[in-house]
């Protein structure tokens, strides 16, 4: 179970299959961790967290609020390596870099912006064209039976306005997106501090902090 071994290091995040509520929102904080929620939490009770990834998910900037950041807010988000030096595998000289837009990338309630762990960036899709057959009208021949026209095919025309149903409607979703599951993500805040356990011995349903020990913010004791 997460937390009864502590070789992962603070800040690390992972995914939670379960559902994020109040119970168990406490019993992660017991094990170390806490649901990427961007919710508010302070240096003095996690410290460890704040040495790793400091204000780089936001800060509320508010004089009445000192040591307090915010945790990562992975909801409804894709998570992706931050770029760094890293360039693509092409012939161009230089080769460009992974996310051609790193530098543009926005902060996050007041969080760090631009090629840097914690930027957040709008979702984005690459200009295009799609060449498509025509069916033009070229003329007109007589027969027997009266005029009839004659067909060509054209295919020089290139798609320039949005795609959609003979009605007018939208004919895509309102955003570009791979199939997708939804699972929920937390962070790794401070070590583990469990009691001194004999081997094959397991104290789950016991509290691994003393009462006194603060959750997280707003959870129940």
């Not at 992962?8 to 992972?14: E, S």
């Not at 460009?96 to 899709?125: C, E, H, I, W």
Request: proline share 9%; with cysteine.
């Amino acid at each position: 179970m997460i937390g009864d071994h502590d070789e992962l290091p603070v800040g690390t995040l992972v995914p939670f299959a379960g559902p994020i509520t109040l119970a168990t929102r406490d019993d992660l904080s017991r094990r170390g961790w806490l649901p990427c929620d961007g919710a508010e939490v302070t240096q003095s009770l996690y410290p460890e967290l704040f040495r790793v990834i400091g204000r780089a998910y936001g800060w509320p900037n508010d004089s009445s609020k000192p040591g307090v950041f915010y945790l990562p807010d992975c909801r409804g988000l894709f998570l992706r390596g931050v770029n760094g030096d890293a360039t693509r595998w092409a012939d161009a000289d230089p080769p460009p870099p992974r996310d051609p837009d790193a530098k543009d990338r926005t902060a996050y309630k007041n969080g760090n912006a631009g090629n840097q762990v914690g930027s957040v960036q709008l979702d984005g899709f690459q200009e295009h064209e799609h060449v498509y057959a025509h069916v033009v009208q070229a003329g007109t021949v007589n027969n027997t039976q009266g005029t009839m026209a004659v067909a060509t095919i054209n295919d020089e025309d290139k798609t320039t306005s949005s795609v959609s149903t003979s009605g007018g409607a939208r004919a895509v979703p309102q955003e570009t997106r791979p199939i997708n599951l939804y699972v929920n993500f937390i962070i790794k805040c401070r070590h583990h501090r469990a009691r001194h356990q004999a081997p094959g011995c397991h104290m789950d349903d016991e509290p691994l902090f003393p009462d006194d020990e603060p959750l997280f913010p707003g959870s129940r004791r």
